[in-house]
C-alpha cells in the first residue's frame, strides 16, 4: 500500500519558524520525486516545492525562495519542509505528493502527482 504521511504542522507566528515532514511507504522511495503542495481557504491549490529522486535539482514558488528549504532523507524515506521567516500569507493545508519525476516545466502540475498525503495545516497568526 503506497503511503504518504505528512505532519508537523500547527500554529507559529510570523517570522517563525516551522519544519514539515513527509514520510512515503509502499514504493521504492529513492525512485521518486516528491512534491509540497499548499491550499489556503478559497484559493487552488499551489505548488510550492519539488524535489527529485536524489536530492537534488530543487524546484521552489518564487514566494518562498530563500525561506523554505526542502529535503530528502531517503534511508528513512522522508521529506522534510524547513519553513522560515513565515508570513500570514503561508497560511494554508500542506499536501506532500509523489511523482515519478519532475522538471522545471512541469513540477507544478497536480495531474502528474500519483499519491497525496492528507494534509497538515500551518497557521502563520499573532
Known amino acids: 500500500e503506497v503511503q504518504l504521511q505528512g505532519s508537523g504542522g500547527g500554529l507559529v507566528q510570523p517570522g517563525g519558524s516551522l519544519r514539515l515532514s513527509c514520510a512515503a511507504s509502499?514504493?521504492?522511495?529513492?525512485?521518486?520525486?516528491i512534491g509540497w503542495f499548499r491550499q489556503a481557504p478559497g484559493k487552488e491549490r499551489e505548488g510550492v516545492t519539488c524535489?527529485?529522486?536524489?536530492?537534488?535539482?530543487?524546484y521552489y514558488v518564487e514566494s518562498v525562495k530563500g525561506r523554505f528549504t526542502i529535503s530528502r532523507d531517503n534511508a528513512k524515506n522522508t521529506v522534510y519542509l524547513e519553513m522560515n521567516s513565515l508570513k500570514p500569507e503561508d497560511t494554508a493545508v500542506y499536501y506532500c505528493?509523489?511523482?515519478?519525476?519532475?522538471?522545471?516545466?512541469?513540477?507544478?502540475?497536480?495531474?502528474?502527482?500519483?499519491?497525496w498525503g492528507q494534509g497538515t495545516l500551518v497557521t502563520v497568526s499573532s
Open positions: 505528493a509523489e511523482r515519478e519525476i519532475a522538471t522545471l516545466s512541469d513540477w507544478e502540475d497536480r495531474d502528474e502527482y500519483d499519491y
Open positions: 509502499g514504493f521504492t522511495f529513492d525512485d521518486y520525486a
Open positions: 524535489i527529485s529522486s536524489s536530492g537534488g535539482s530543487p
